[in-house]
């Protein structure tokens, strides 16, 4: 049986989004899965936008739903953390026991990033926690994002792939999404024999 | 029997952490709700912080899955979204098809936020999608949140508050939070009746 992988990403509002997500169901396949990708599914117009948008999250629930696994690019987006979209879908697939996995393209771990956000402002508390200097504390958990997405992907076994692109392929190089899918495959394979 | 409420925010980071964790519980128990909160357990030390952060990720999934239902505080936070740690929590509760509930203490919804984001330059392209200067599209669906989020809660019928927060009081104000307990509550007991 061919599992099933859903690709979750902020990939789908780029300008080549349907190229992108092309090419990922692409890379997929090529390592024996079957790829699911949000905006595959042409969705019906509705009455309202804000009615369209509830279409979209029940026609991607479902994938999630019918999928045995997710790949995740927690890559930055739109500031220093990963897509809340992404997020949203990596806690739903979790919770169900799915096979899961998460890449980023940006090396700088959560604790880089957020104390860069402050300039590198931060200082250690007499409680032993770091902040900034709104007093607002900082994760130092050598992790790629908040501690329930790591740990989430972690404590599942789940690879994690960090892959420093350049800043033009940030949301394009797939180098790191590649090495979740050698790794899944590597023990699919594994198990089966 | 009492319904359990998963406290779900980037309250844990404040400051002032404990006295708002506090102050979230009592009043989910004066509606009658047994408050679960992250950061109520004290967690045991381990080897190294990376360990420590995985040790804290298996306490919240356990607070969540003991829990029947979530209050997620999806006030942006350090930019322009919610927290990815309770944007995941929130994914986890919703596979889990727990009571969901959410709320934010700034009006502005996701397009609005974003479009700020990228200077008000946003134009509309031929394919309708709305995109900012670099190419990438916005979400437009009348939603406080990436549709992801604030549909996985509207499509269960949970409840979301929205209310203006005074700019001091964006992580303190507990207007909204009451609301959507007020809310839970009163469902609750138009079920018991």
């Known amino acids: 049986m061919t599992l099933k992988l859903y690709l979750a990403g902020p ?16 890379m997929a396949r090529s390592y024996g899965f079957e790829p699911i990708c949000p905006g595959d599914i042409s969705i019906e117009p509705a009455p309202t936008r804000h009615e369209f948008g509830l279409k979209i999250s029940a026609v991607d629930e479902g994938m999630m739903n019918r999928a045995d696994g997710v790949i995740a690019n927690l890559t930055p987006f739109r500031g220093i953390a990963a897509d809340v979209g992404t997020a949203f879908e990596l806690g739903y697939m979790c919770a169900q026991g799915k096979l899961v996995a998460a890449y980023t393209n940006v090396a700088a771990n959560h604790f880089a990033r957020t104390s860069a956000y402050y300039g590198g402002e931060v200082r250690e508390g007499a409680d032993g926690r770091k902040r900034g200097p709104d007093g607002i504390s900082l994760e130092d958990f050598d992790m ?29 190089d797939l180098t790191a999404f590649e090495e979740c899918l050698s790794v899944l495959a590597k023990r699919r394979d594994e198990q089966a024999a």
């Open 144 to 172: 790629i994002e908040n501690l329930m997405l790591h740990g989430g992907i972690e404590r599942r076994g789940g690879h994690i792939a960090i892959h420093a692109a350049a800043a033009d392929a940030v949301y394009t």
């Open 11 to 26: 990939e789908v509002f780029l300008p080549n989004a349907r190229d992108m997500l092309d090419r990922k169901a692409a």
